[in-house]
């Protein structure tokens, strides 16, 4: 039966097995059964389309499948949209309407929901994803689209059955087909390049199914539904796939099972012969309980095989194997996969095929059915070791990585969902278990500490699992699982897991470790550093942050206590495995410590959010010094690795040092590590951590008053550096408050102020640079309305500026002036600048600031700012200031900087008067008598009696005793025997005597301190902690310490001091201001109270300034104080010796009359240089006006006495250019089809941004000379023709030049160097490029300058006694004379050799367009067309027009005087046949030649065909000799008559009939009164002559009609008639102007340019011009009688008529206006291109470009870099820029909103004309904001590409290769 229903139709046989199916005997069932086994039979590959189609056919029961979808896409109730799209796909974000971070819209939702004015964002999809509209729990229902929301379904009926039955009882059998295709097609290992091969081509063969299956869920909910049934179905999987199928008879299946349960062997996280493998771990288990997991299973490695192979390829040693899994509530995690239904065992062969992109896809489709997503979910957390375990062996990472967390993002970000899978499939037991068994495997011993007794592993950055981010998909699970607040309390209350994930943290714990080269420069500069802070981010600081987010409440206290009680219980296994005592190896440091990261920020959070006691949370003393000491190392690496003590590291370890200070880095890294050595610093002893910061920095030897000290750490070129970074490490630790008790407000304030005081920022930048916390949903999100209004409080913005020529500015945000007066941080700037460069840049613009508002002039140091309160709890971090380790260090310091010390610097002082002040302003809270009262108890020091440095600030000391090389200044000072005494009475108070006690040695003071330290720290060790927290600030009062053996040139020097830190201080003043006296106490001077002046009114100023506000404070805080001021000031100073001060007075007077002599001299100077400046601008840059071209238009009017003289910029001699020496100038040839691209309309087209716009090309200026010198040659003789019109229009060449000239010889010089020079150019010299000497413009030619003969040129007025006849013939005589061959000189050599160039410019196609290529007649062509393209551009660049704007606009150099010799002395080798010669048949009347010479020869062009412009440069250009002016002027003249016929020819074509008549008889009743000269008389004749052929009757068509729907007055014609001889005029006024070099004239309105032209042309009488005569038929002079010769013009028109009468009015009307050129008009917002073009198939491949781009001038849609419309190597942006602009092409790149210029084989990136709100540009659109046109820089790009200057002002190109 199944056989004879194969043969059928397939649509009938399947409509027949629907009926029998419906009926209840099962027959039916059965029959379509067998039907399946024919179809899906194993044997059929499943690739056949007979397959596929059968299933269509099936399933569809009878229908077409296409009209089945629609059926069932009718009853679709879904409400989720879940488009699932791949990597690359633009999808949109909006964070208004998102709840989970990960939300993503498709384009179609977004559009169709409402988020105008929300913050939302496009992107380019990473690893592909899924639409959420619709899901509530992802978003808010206010952004659903219409489709979506949940009413939307309400009205739809429930599926009928009949309509899905036969689905149901096919689509087991092929997902069983399915299985059984995959089963069959694996085959291990996958490693090997032919398994491979057959891997991909199984995927192949079962595309057409996957399809079906996915065309199937596309149908919407009810089809989905019965997938789901098929797939998770237990029953039906059972009896399919292990049911009788399996076993038995039948070997196909049975094999096919057995392939199965092959691959499933593997898919444990540990093999069964691994958990034998126990016994080598036991050994470990002693060595460190960090190490071991648990003791249940074997190791978590992957197959024996494997693993040797592994520790062969180990470098590092061998690598330590870890046991893994401690007791996991369900072993399964471990054990081989079952599988119970389809859907796993899918899952399961999609992760062994390494997650083929299809069935991903057809995976996520199945989604929005609940049932499936919950199925798939536990699913996938089944799979989920197994698939870890593949992504690890793949040798795809990053492919297999980006297509799991296409997954699981789908699946974790549901809360849901996520706490259903955590308390049912232990989701959380298996990631942990999976991230250690990852980790694991790449292991190694620490070197940190002790190398030999260490026993702590960590990860070796240098595995490809590391540096290839492998991990990042489970971590990036785990983070988003831990987002959610059910999942997270879990984990917190889970210890076990707690304990496993510290054991985690910890193999991050000292990894890659830094050891400092001593000897010699490292030779491999490892790059592991990369990896390592990646992973500490990633891997640890990132779910760090996740869980901070759910202790923010006092509920949640017990987590963190949980937290941080098994911190330090890993951080107490990490300080015994790396046997750590007191302390740190030297030479190492290790900037990773993610359990002190872990420790301080859970500390912080239970501070500052849960209130809870920090005490209860702190660990004993000796554990705190411990913790101190690896963070302490870190601060002082950093310091040393900024004084270039590291350099033998190479530059990494720089990279790691700006990293861990990084915006994205520095939250989880500095500011946890300065937090905690805060806590510490605040608990511990103040003198033991004081002593340990210099002891840490190497600092303490260079801590003695002895100018001469050995330092045993470091060298001196170091020290310096390293004692300002102890100080300014202080400074922070004390100022900083980011988690001593500031709110998230001032926080983010701080941080934007910090970052816009080192330089204006942009948004973008700003948002980058902004330590944003990295949990997503703390709520602070960038870009957020939070971060705006903080902007907008701060900073003021700055809009982008543009002006032709500048670099393309972005909208920059600048402080405001009260940010810089009251909030400019200095200490900030510091802990956040990655640059050391950029602290010096804030201080720069701050000091720009002061003296801008006028604060301050001199040169500020950084501002002191009061500090924000301290959090309680933190109170004791305050002690720091009052100790008196630290008074002693200030105190030398002070004595220091005032005996001029080496190695001191401003900055230090700066710190230490900042030391000081915060001392003051911090002072502890306990009264003066107390002080006193432990004064004597306490005294165990001879420096100071006290802690508060407002008393120890006025306490003198008299003797120091300094440990000194003999060869110090000090051993000569050694005072007398009888002095000792006061040495000894120094120390009274001391109960100790001995020669080395602490009494008087700074040195020893602070080495004793050392000393102490380290006995405290045995001490403590010995004590039991209880007693050590209490007595910690006890300070022992005897401490026996001898001094380290030090070296024998050492010795004991006693210094007298007697100073008090006041007395210094007030030294220093003097020093500072460079007066003695300089300090005086303002309150001797007023009575009034010490609070008068306010100190925060001194906050801007230098040293003086700051030593003032502390005296100032002092004297506020202590009585005594005041007084011991007032008393140090009072002492006399010291008398100086009167000789000194006579010499000093000599010095003054003497430098005096020095600085006025140099004052002098440089006036002289100055004079002198701007004279030479002011010649060099006259001779070559004027650029302001554009008339006064004295050294370039040579031909100026004035008499010349001698020839002009050039400057050569490369010899720098000056002198003629002559025959045999020839001078040119700089120019650069460019081919351009900028004039080709005018239209007639003012308006710019529009960029179609629909299907429905079109541009066509028709109506361009190029076209319309392309139609017609077509429509010419058709008709006329081809040499006529190609004198009748101009070309270049298109292609044509353009010549400019920046002014400078050289001689020929030195540039061919030039050029050789530069082709010798190795240097990598932006220009190609073999092409004959170069750049101008002087002013580096870029350039490709030399255009000669012609020799001047000054006889030549004579003033000519146009109106002397030589009448226009005799003119007329002088002219014709001239003609006449044979044309003057140029002697071969180098001159005319060279000009050749332009001229050569010159063709060379552009392509042949557009010189070429006679009938005979290569025809003189195409040189002549071309050669007065480049000079008629010259003259026109000028024109476009002056406005389009002369009036007074125009001429001014333009700040071109102009060459067109040398150009035009150039060209003339081409042109006048052509002879022109007289027989032809236009001048006569332009000056007399002609006997008409009889039309029967020849009949197949074409006539003559008639004279009204032909172009004006380009008849006058030809007669202008081919006269024989030196043109005079008056016959310049006879020649406009002529032509004007004709130019006049011509528009009043085309004139009488736009009349209608009626109109027509009228004027012809109302212009013969006028004939009699001067007709010569009245139009109307002339109108009338003309339309009498052509009313003779059948010309009128040709154009009363439509198309002319249109023309004339106005009524024509006197008035509107003169206008009209005005308005076509214009652009003549205004050509003809340019080339008077080049040729003579008249000034052009000016007027003020443009009704006036008319008039203006034609009297400086010679056509009006001056006295006429002013007048209201001034109309057009006023410049007419007549030859002959002015009705004869235009019935001649008439009469050729007529003859000719005859052949081509359809083309007459085409011909005959001539329209010479052309707009402005522009380019397209954009749309206002981007998104309106991106969203038409982005998706827009190509038109010649019919794909979608990867990169497309848009043509700018015209609106062609290219590929840029499609192969796939290549033509002969040429990619298509290349091809079109040749195409439609001659060389220069505008693109706009639609992926990127960037514009790309091509110039010839040139490309630069210019830029985007659209910017974001914020001004700034979004290239690639990364940020994806929605961007608007700036009109502005439009303007310029329209600017550069009209004036030719892409060249000059954009500076960064590079060779295309054809390759855009």
Not at 24 to 41: E, K, T
Not at 506 to 520: D, H, I, P, T, V
């Amino acid at each position: 039966m199944a056989v004879s229903l194969l043969r059928r139709d397939k649509r009938s046989a399947a409509a027949s097995l629907k009926a029998e199916c419906s009926r209840p005997d099962g027959r039916g069932v059965q029959l379509l059964n067998d039907l399946l086994d024919s179809v899906l039979s194993p044997e059929r590959a499943l690739a056949e389309a007979e397959v596929i189609e059968w299933c269509k056919c099936l399933i569809a029961g009878g229908e077409s499948f296409d009209d089945f979808c629609k059926m069932v896409c009718a009853y679709d109730n879904a409400t989720l949209c879940g488009l699932v799209w791949t990597a690359n796909f633009v999808a949109y974000r909006c964070r208004t309407c998102g709840i989970s971070p990960c939300m993503s819209l498709c384009a179609e939702c977004f559009n169709a929901g409402e988020h105008t004015g929300h913050d939302f964002n496009m992107f380019r999809s990473q690893a592909g994803g899924a639409c959420d509209c619709g899901d509530s729990s992802v978003m808010r229902d206010s952004g659903f689209c219409k489709r979506h929301r949940s009413t939307a379904s309400l009205n739809i009926p429930s599926v009928p059955n009949e309509l899905m039955m036969m689905s149901e009882h096919i689509l087991p059998r092929v997902i069983l087909r399915l299985v059984q295709h995959l089963r069959d097609g694996y085959s291990e290992p996958v490693s090997d390049p032919a398994t491979e091969r057959d891997l991909q081509k199984t995927l192949q063969q079962m595309d057409p199914l996957i399809s079906l299956l996915e065309d199937l869920t596309k149908m919407g909910g009810a089809t989905r539904s019965i997938l789901t049934r098929v797939l998770a179905n237990h029953q039906i999987y059972k009896d399919l796939c292990s049911g009788d199928l399996c076993t038995g008879e039948k070997t196909y299946a049975k094999k096919n099972y057995e392939k199965y349960l092959a691959a499933l062997k593997g898919s444990g996280l540990v093999t069964s012969k691994e958990r034998s493998v126990t016994s080598v771990l036991d050994q470990m288990a002693g060595a460190s309980n960090v190490t071991i997991l648990g003791a249940t299973a074997g190791t978590g490695q992957m197959d024996s095989s494997d693993e040797e192979e592994q520790d062969g390829n180990q470098r590092v040693g061998k690598r330590k194997r870890v046991e893994l899994c401690n007791s996991t509530k369900d072993p399964s995690i471990m054990d081989i996969l079952k599988h119970k239904c389809f859907l796993e065992e899918i899952l399961f062969w999609t992760v062994k095929y390494e997650f083929p992109q299809k069935m991903v896809t057809f995976l996520l489709n199945m989604l929005p059915d609940q049932d499936y997503k919950i199925a798939f979910t536990k699913t996938f957390v089944q799979h989920y070791a197994f698939i870890m375990k593949t992504l690890i062996k793949s040798h795809e990472s990053d492919t297999m990585s980006n297509r799991i967390v296409h997954i699981s993002v789908q699946l974790f970000s549901n809360e849901e969902l996520a706490r259903q899978v955590t308390e049912e499939c232990q989701l959380l037991e298996i990631m942990v278990t999976v991230l250690l068994y990852m980790m694991e495997s790449c292991l190694i011993k620490s070197e940190l500490q002790d190398e030999e007794n260490n026993f702590h592993v960590v990860v070796n950055c240098g595995e490809p699992l590391l540096k290839n981010n492998t991990y990042w998909p489970l971590v990036s699970d785990f983070i988003n699982i831990l987002s959610h607040q059910s999942v997270a309390k879990r984990f917190l209350e889970d210890q076990g897991l707690l304990q496993m994930w510290m054991n985690f943290v910890s193999f991050f714990q000292g990894m890659n470790l830094n050891k400092r080269e001593l000897n010699e420069h490292v030779e491999f500069e490892s790059q592991t550093y990369y990896a390592a802070f990646a992973a500490e981010l990633e891997a640890c600081a990132q779910p760090m942050w996740g869980l901070l987010t759910h202790c923010k409440i006092r509920e949640t206290q017990g987590y963190t206590r949980t937290v941080v009680r098994y911190c330090l219980d890993a951080l107490q296994d990490w300080f015994d495995a790396i046997n750590f005592v007191d302390e740190p190896a030297p030479n190492q440091v290790t900037f990773h410590l993610p359990l002190h990261r872990y420790y301080a920020m859970f500390l912080s959070k239970a501070i500052r959010c849960q209130q809870l006691d920090l005490d209860s949370l702190l660990p004993d003393q000796e554990m705190l010094m411990k913790m101190m000491v690896h963070p302490l190392q870190i601060q002082a690496s950093l310091s040393e690795i900024h004084s270039n003590m590291w350099v033998r590291n190479g530059l990494q370890i720089k990279g790691q040092a700006m990293t861990y200070v990084q915006s994205h880095f520095c939250n989880s890294m500095i500011d946890p590590d300065i937090f905690l050595l805060q806590v510490c610093a605040s608990r511990l002893d103040p003198d033991y951590f004081v002593s340990s910061v210099f002891e840490r920095f190497k600092v303490v030897d260079l801590l003695t008053m002895a100018s001469q000290h050995q330092n045993a750490a470091l060298d001196t070129e170091h020290e310096r550096s390293m004692l300002e970074g102890a100080l300014t490490f202080l400074v922070i630790l004390l100022s900083l408050r980011i988690h001593l008790g500031m709110t998230d407000d001032e926080i983010l304030r701080a941080e934007m102020v910090a970052q816009l005081c080192m330089s204006d920022r942009t948004h973008s930048t700003l948002l980058d640079l902004i330590p944003e916390n990295p949990n997503p949903k703390s709520g602070i999100i960038p870009g957020s309305y939070y971060f705006e209004n903080m902007l907008s409080a701060v900073a003021d913005f700055k809009a982008p500026v543009f002006e032709p020529g500048g670099s393309m500015q972005q909208g920059m945000y600048t402080p405001k002036a009260d940010v810089w007066n009251q909030e400019f941080d200095p200490i900030m700037v510091i802990l956040r600048t990655v640059y050391r460069r950029d602290v010096q840049s804030a201080m720069d613009r701050y000091m720009g600031f002061l003296k801008q508002t006028g604060k301050f002039c001199g040169n500020p140091w950084p501002p002191y700012r009061e500090r924000a309160p301290l959090n309680p709890s933190y109170k004791g971090l305050m002690r720091i200031l009052h100790c008196k380790t630290l008074h002693i260090v200030l105190f030398t310091l002070l004595y220091k900087m005032s005996m001029d010390h080496q190695n001191m610097s401003e900055h230090i002082l700066c710190m230490v008067l900042y030391l000081i002040e915060l001392g003051l302003d911090n002072l502890p809270e306990e009264t003066v008598e107390e002080e006193e009262m432990f004064g004597e108890e306490r005294c165990s020091d001879s420096w100071f009696h006290g802690t508060n440095i407002a008393t120890n600030l006025n306490h003198v000391i008299n003797y120091v005793r300094v440990r000194v090389p003999e060869t110090a200044p000090e051993v000569t000072r050694e005072p007398p025997a009888s002095t000792s005494s006061d040495t000894s009475s120094f120390v009274q108070g001391s109960r100790r005597a001995t020669a080395l006690n602490r009494e008087s040695s700074n040195t020893a003071q602070v080495f004793s301190l050392v000393a102490e330290r380290r006995r405290k720290f045995q001490e403590i060790i010995n004590r039991n902690s209880d007693n050590a927290i209490q007595n910690a600030d006890v300070r022992p009062k005897t401490s026996k310490w001898t001094a380290p053996s030090s070296t024998p040139q050492l010795t004991t020097a006693i210094l007298e001091v007697r100073e008090s830190m006041l007395s210094l201080l007030i030294k220093l003043h003097y020093k500072l201001s460079g007066k003695q006296n300089s300090y005086y106490p303002f309150w001797l001077e007023d009575s009034e109270s010490t609070s008068r002046l306010d100190p925060m009114q001194q906050s801007h100023g230098d040293g003086t300034t700051a030593v003032e506000r502390i005296l100032i404070k002092t004297a506020a805080r202590s009585r005594q104080n005041k007084c011991s001021i007032e008393e140090i000031c009072r002492k006399v100073a010291p008398p100086v010796p009167p000789k000194k001060n006579s010499s000093a007075d000599k010095k003054a007077l003497d430098k005096e009359e020095r600085r006025q002599k140099a004052r002098e001299r440089q006036q002289k100077l100055l004079a002198e240089f701007a004279s030479r400046q002011k010649s060099f601008m006259e001779t070559a840059m004027d650029l302001e006006s554009p008339d006064s071209d004295v050294a370039m238009d040579i031909g100026s009017s004035e008499q010349q006495d001698s020839e002009t003289v050039y400057d050569c910029v490369i010899c720098g001699q000056s002198g003629p250019s002559t025959e045999e020496r020839p001078t040119g100038l700089v120019v650069l040839l460019q081919a351009s089809s900028v004039l080709g691209h005018r239209r007639r309309s003012t308006e710019p087209k529009k960029l179609p941004t629909s299907d429905e716009e079109q541009i066509y090309p028709e109506d361009t200026c190029g076209t319309a000379h392309d139609v017609r010198i077509t429509d010419l040659q058709q008709y006329f003789k081809d040499s006529s023709c190609l004198q009748s019109v101009s070309i270049g229009w298109e292609g044509g060449v353009y010549v400019q030049t920046c002014g400078h000239t050289l001689h020929i010889d030195c540039h061919k010089s030039y050029m050789e160097s530069l082709r010798n020079d190795q240097v990598l150019q932006s220009f190609s010299v073999d092409k004959g490029e170069f750049t101008c000497p002087l002013c580096r413009q870029f350039a490709n030619s030399v255009l000669p300058c012609y020799p001047e003969k000054s006889e030549e040129k004579s003033i000519w007025s146009p109106y002397i006694s030589k009448t226009l006849q005799a003119l007329i013939e002088e002219v014709e005589e001239q003609q006449e004379q044979l044309g003057m061959f140029p002697s071969v000189t180098n001159l005319s050599k060279e000009m050749e050799s332009v001229m050569k160039d010159i063709k060379n410019t552009t392509q042949k196609k557009y010189i070429d367009y006679g009938k005979t290529p290569g025809s003189p007649d195409n040189d002549f062509l071309f050669m007065y067309s480049v000079a008629r393209l010259n003259l026109e551009l000028e024109l476009v660049h002056r406005g389009g027009n002369l009036c007074l704007g125009g001429a001014s606009a333009t700040t071109k150099r102009s060459c067109l005087n040398q150009l035009l010799h150039v060209l003339a002395m081409h042109m006048r080798l052509f002879r022109i046949d007289s027989a032809y010669n236009p001048w006569t048949r332009l000056t007399r009347l002609t006997q008409v030649i009889d039309s029967g010479i020849c009949d197949d020869e074409k006539p003559e062009v008639p004279l009204l065909y032909r172009d004006i412009s380009s008849l006058l440069l030809i007669l202008v250009l081919t006269m024989p000799q030196e043109l005079h002016k008056e016959h310049f002027t006879c020649i406009v003249k002529v032509l004007y008559n004709l130019l006049y016929t011509q528009a009043i020819a085309t004139l009488s074509v736009r009349f209608s009939e009626e109109e027509r008549t009228a004027w012809k008889n109302s212009g013969k009743l006028k004939i009699m009164c001067n007709s010569d000269k009245s139009w109307e008389v002339l109108l009338s004749h003309i339309i009498g002559e052509l009313s003779k052929g059948k010309l009128y009757c040709a154009s009363d068509t439509d198309q002319v009609s249109m023309l004339s729907t106005s009524v024509w007055s006197p008035q509107s014609i003169e206008y009209s008639i005005q308005q076509f001889c214009l652009p003549f005029l205004r050509t003809t006024s340019l080339l008077q102007h080049h040729l003579f070099g008249d000034d052009l004239p000016n007027c003020q309105r443009t009704e006036e340019e008319f008039g203006m032209l034609a009297s400086y042309l010679g056509l009006l009488l001056s006295s006429l011009q002013s007048s209201d005569e001034a109309n057009s038929s006023s410049c007419l002079e007549w030859p002959v009688a002015a009705l004869d010769i235009i019935s001649q013009w008439c009469s050729e028109v007529m003859t000719s008529a005859e052949s081509h009468s359809e083309q007459v009015m085409n011909l005959l009307v001539q329209d010479p206006q052309w707009s402005l050129p522009c380019l397209l008009q954009l749309p206002e917002n981007y998104n309106t291109i991106f969203q038409y073009y982005h998706r827009k198939a190509c038109v010649h491949c019919s794909k979608v470009p990867k990169d497309p781009a848009l043509c700018l001038v015209c609106g062609t849609f290219v590929c840029l870099k499609g192969q796939c419309c290549k033509q002969q190597s040429y990619c298509e942006c290349v091809l079109h820029s040749q195409n439609c602009g001659a060389g220069t092409g505008i693109f706009l790149l639609i992926n990127a909103s960037v514009i790309i210029v091509i110039r010839g084989h040139r490309f630069c990136l210019w830029g985007s004309v659209y910017l974001d709100t914020h001004g700034e540009e979004d290239r690639d659109l990364r940020r994806g904001k929605p961007l608007y046109l700036c009109s502005e820089r439009y303007k310029v790009l329209e600017q550069q590409w009209v004036t030719h200057t892409f060249d000059h002002i954009n500076k960064r190109w590079g060779a295309h290769y054809n390759g855009l």
